[in-house]
């Protein structure tokens, strides 16, 4: 199984660069490919194994034909939407090649996968307060949430849960999520957050769906009177390698989000709004040209079209980029703001984020009657969408783009410095928006900045990873099981207390670091050991996360899902695929750990996708990382 981990935004549900642009003198070289290979993306099954893809097709009446004669070349069709220029199958890499050549085909591409954004006051801050004052509470119009479904009975909804779908993938080790057990559903408990597959070890996975939908359209959010049409688009993963530190994840896959975006644009009710709390891989330029770009714009267009808009989390990597979908120029990109009117330190932000919003200790609403805080740009997203079905409620013949542009020119601005230069993003404000307040002046933001300290030398600390062990002659050391300690049993006594409630906690973010040090694959290699480093255990697991999102080798080429697994790929240098493996993992840990540039990752990851790449071709592309 070959996963593409987008948490993405950002369940708690809603990373960059390491060195500059290679050297003109001394370019990373690419294989060139034929025009049957082209249609086919770089890496998909360069390691051996089947994988899961998505065949673009001329038209959706080729499908039919098209899926019958990939059986009968044994590649395995798992989902054919009706009505859709695609279909789902899986394959090794010769199997689709000679897919390819199909002229109906027109590419192939992985099924990608899309994480959730890891995720009081807030309402005052953007003047929802004032905007209910005066009677707007977006009746008449629905929110749809596209997450991992909804607790329809809990009473912050009220029955106003309008709509239901369920799109969840399966496939090896990949459970569907709908509770039918099939890949699609519709109506009434489809989109159902309280099923036993949505519990692992006695938590409710699917509580980022219902805390979302309670921001936008809660009896506590931004508009109380809206309908919600809940969409599950997850699936659940038990598998340790895609899921890094945890024994089971939600994942959201791209033929998921297709086809629930097409459902939401049949519907007839009057929606003002679809949620993204979801997010992929990072970019700092408008994506509407990349090839995951160009699948996801005219969907959100047909939208727009509609009069609804998409709203996607920007992020949580603490980066001047968004993550895809965000990126896409006509989809609303919104970041995270605290309850002080500040940058959240883990926002992504710059030129693509279109508005902030709170996001920073957000009570709302989770499963079993629940109301539970959380932080992230996940939080942030419904504050916008649902603040548009107050918008449209309220002049329901204005344009939507009229309708985001006022949020854009009434919000409060935030100016600050991103990507070496000046950039001014506002932050939401209802009560300039809807009720003739007027806008609030403009705030200089100063987000952390990233350091510049020289290199430190990594001192002892009992905060790192795995017991160093013996390396073999090929420099890899066996992995060992981490050892846990047994709690020490108390005496039992009785005692009268009285009980005050506890203020309810708030999940980490899992974000890039601040230090912007470069380490050396050995200095990492020391940090990842147990009792070596000085960078905390949750800590590196959160970077091997972040890097799982970024990059396209690790962990689908590579493992290094583990603190184990990282250690022994930056330790062996075997083979020139290893040589550039390590690198390429010495860089990703430098970017994570908050250094900038990611070209010459990005070339280099090409490289080690290509099945073409000879020896000396790794090891050029090994050495212009290093």
């Keep these: ?79 054919q939407p009706p009505s859709q220029p695609f279909m789902v199958v899986e394959g090794t890499a010769d199997e689709l090649a000679r897919l390819a050549e199909d002229p109906r085909v027109t590419s192939i591409h992985r099924d990608r996968t899309y994480s959730p954004v890891d995720v009081g006051p807030n309402l005052k801050l953007i003047g929802a307060d004032q905007a209910h004052a005066k009677g707007h509470t977006g009746a008449g119009q629905a929110v749809a949430v596209l997450d ?48 036993a597959k949505c519990l692992a070890n006695g938590v409710n996975l699917c509580e980022h769906g219902s805390h979302v939908a309670g921001i936008a359209a809660g009896t506590g959010g931004v508009a109380p009177g809206a309908n919600i049409v809940a969409v599950q688009v997850f699936s659940r993963v038990d598998d340790e390698d895609v899921c890094i530190g945890e024994s089971s994840c939600l ?61 996607v989390a920007a992020g949580n990597e603490y980066s001047e980029a968004t ?27 710059g030129a693509l984020v279109d508005l902030f919003a709170p996001g920073v200790n957000v009570e709302s609403s989770i499963p079993d009657n629940q109301t539970a805080v959380f932080s992230g740009t996940s939080m942030a997203s419904p504050h916008v969408a649902g603040a548009l079905a107050l918008m449209k409620a309220a002049s329901p013949g204005t ?39 007027s806008p609030q002046p403009s705030i200089s933001q100063s987000p952390p ?24 002659p090929g420099g890899q050391a066996p992995e060992q099981p981490s050892t846990s300690s047994t709690p020490v049993p108390v005496p039992t006594v009785t005692v009268t207390v009285t009980v005050t409630p506890t203020p309810k906690t708030t999940a980490q973010v899992c974000t890039r670091g601040t230090a912007a040090t470069r380490l050396t694959a050995a200095k990492w290699a020391v940090e990842i050991h147990r009792s070596s480093g000085t960078i905390p255990d949750a800590t590196l697991t959160c970077y091997l996360k972040l890097i799982g999102k970024s990059s396209k080798v690790f962990p689908e080429v590579t493992k290094a899902s583990s603190l184990g697994k990282a250690y022994r790929v930056l330790k062996n240098t075997r083979t020139s695929k290893a040589k550039l493996d390590s690198a390429l993992l010495t860089a990703w ?25 000879s020896a000396a071709t790794l090891r050029k592309a090994a050495k212009n990382v290093n």
């Design 323 to 349: 993550s895809y979908p965000a990126c896409v120029s006509s989809a609303v990109a919104v970041g995270a703001t605290d309850n002080n009117d500040t940058i959240a330190p883990f926002s992504n932000r």
């Design 449 to 472: 900045s990233m350091p510049t300290d020289p290199d430190p030398e990594p001192g002892p600390s009992d905060s790192s990873g795995p017991t160093p062990e013996p390396e073999d």
């Design 1 to 79: 199984m070959r996963l593409r981990p987008l948490i993405v935004s950002t369940i708690v549900l809603a990373l960059l660069p390491l060195s500059g642009p290679a050297y003109a003198e001394d370019p990373t070289p690419t294989p060139s490919a034929s025009p049957t290979e082209a249609k086919v993306e770089e890496g998909l099954g360069v390691d051996g194994g089947a994988v899961r893809a998505i065949v673009e097709l001329t038209d959706p009446a080729q499908n039919a034909p098209v899926a019958t004669q990939a059986a009968t070349e044994s590649v395995d069709v798992v989902l």
């Design 589 to 613: 840990l430098n970017w994570a750990h908050g250094t900038n540039g990611t070209t010459k990752l990005t070339a280099a990851e090409k490289v080690r996708l290509s099945a073409k790449s």
């Design 148 to 195: 991992t479904g909804i607790d329809r009975d809990h009473p912050w909804f009220q029955n106003r849960v309008v709509a239901e779908a369920c799109f969840s993938a399966m496939e090896s080790g990949v459970q569907s999520l709908c509770p039918n057990g099939q890949t699609s559903q519709t109506g009434t408990g489809a989109a159902d957050a309280t099923t």
């Design 399 to 437: 344009p939507m783009t009229d309708l985001i542009n006022t949020l854009k020119t009434t919000g409060r601005p935030y100016v600050y410095e991103a990507n070496g230069a000046q950039v001014t993003t506002p932050r939401l404000d209802l009560a300039a928006a809807l009720t003739g307040a």
């Design 251 to 311: 994942l959201a896959y791209e033929s998921s989000l297709r086809q629930a975006m097409d459902y939401v644009a049949t519907l007839n009710q009057p929606i003002a709004a679809v949620n993204l709390s979801l997010g992929g891989e990072l970019s700092e330029t408008d994506c509407d040209a990349s090839e995951e770009g160009a699948i996801f714009k005219p969907k959100i267009d047909a939208l727009l079209a509609k009069g609804i808009a998409t709203v």
